[in-house]
């Protein structure tokens, strides 16, 4: 099937595909009725001929076929969130999903009448297993529903996608079908099958059935990130390993242009047992000195029994542009701190930083997240904010020369402050959304006495807004402003 043809021939046509081949053109594929007059992928076009005259050939576009079913991979997943291209097919893990479709047969009736409308015929089948499913597609009915992977034993063994030696190899001893060689007791099949590429046979059998597993990964699916280290000989510290293994996995992730943000040690016993330690970074990072430095102290009570002889390092791994110091030579300053983060975690117990949120109200600004966590920050168009803010405002008694004008002394824990300069006022109001009916507006003040200390404070409420104070039959009516001071600037 070529790409800028999508215009398939009726499925009784005997038309075959053929590319060059060693020794002249060659079968590259072949529609239901050049099948049943015997033409098979991989014959020679002119032996193909001699045995039936009436084929019709067209030349193929193999690279064109491939574009075309990596498209249909990406299209099939409304039917399943996992599709891939399995050789000349798509294979599909529709686990859950069929039932939005009305079952398993309608949800094949849909996929069949959709690719017929795009001028494609398909050939389907849905079953327990990948290999089952594969096998009943080419070698069953057109559309097949199996809900038990022995329904397969009629199939020939070609169904089990056997290599050509694989299928000689059966052949020569006599066995034509699946069942025939799932009859044979198992201890006979590991002796006669059991070391290299002769264990196909049993391997392909063993995934049928779902001995084996075989999941569907997808085409775009990219491969993980992870460095291994095997050890001749096993150990009982890893430790002197480590630096390996993080520049072995630093480099993977410089090629792929990601930094790793969770990071994942596995050790492996002799035993057969494993042991972990997992670790998080405040942003994405290919340092490999950085990584050692996180695992530090972090292997010492795990039990290495009769010592371990394999180490993974896994990466969860997020985008990381390439970068360089400005030309000043100065290195960004974040990245600095990230790893600062990063160290503290991984030896204290609980690590927070603020964030930025969402509100102009001073004591709901920030809030305190875990260091590593991935909590967004929120940039607000609003004026500075002192460093020191109090976690509890106290309240000032306060001289004005206009009831709403700027304060011109103050009395804060028993000392009398004269203001020698003033900014303000900057009136916040209040979050209808977040506060409690009658909460009053409030007008903030940057001042500085005469010795140069700096003060934010705030009057609360105005004269005759009506806030304040609040009667048993749920008025409001009216109370002084009160002040209070909240941040300190020096």
Known sequence: MQERDLDAPPDDAPVVLAVDGPHGPVIHATARGAETSGARVGQRVVEARAAAPH????????????????RLALWARRWGPHAAVDGDGLVLDTTG????FGGEAAMLADIEGRLANAGLSARLAVAPTRGAAWALSRFGPVRAVCHD?????PLPVAALRLSDDGARTLSRLGLKTVGALADIPRSALMRRFAKGREAEPLVQLDRLFGRLPEPVAPADAPDPARAVIRLSEPVQDPTPHLPDLTRALCAGLARRGEGARRLRLTLFRVDG????????????????????????????????DMGFDALLLEAEAERLDAAQPDLAGEVDQ?????????????RLRHVTR???RDSHVPERAQALVAALGDAPAVALDRPPRPPLLLETPEELRVLYAMPDGAPMRFRWRGQTLDVARFAGPERIAPEWWADRAGTRVRDYWRVEDARGRRFWIYREGLHGDKRGLRDEDGTWRDAPPRWWLQGISG
């Open 55 to 70: 084929l019709i050939v067209a030349w193929g576009d193999p690279s064109g076929d491939a574009a075309l079913l990596d």
């Open 97 to 100: 999903a069929d039932h939005l």
């Open 149 to 153: 992977p022995a329904a397969c034993a």
């Open 273 to 304: 047992e494993a042991r972990w330690v997992d670790q998080r970074t405040a942003r994405p990072t290919r340092d490999p000195d950085h990584m050692l430095r996180l695992f530090d102290g972090r292997l010492e009570g795990i039990d290495p």
């Open 334 to 346: 974040t990245e600095a701190l990230a790893q600062l983060i990063d160290r503290l975690a991984a």
């Open 354 to 356: 603020p964030v930025p």
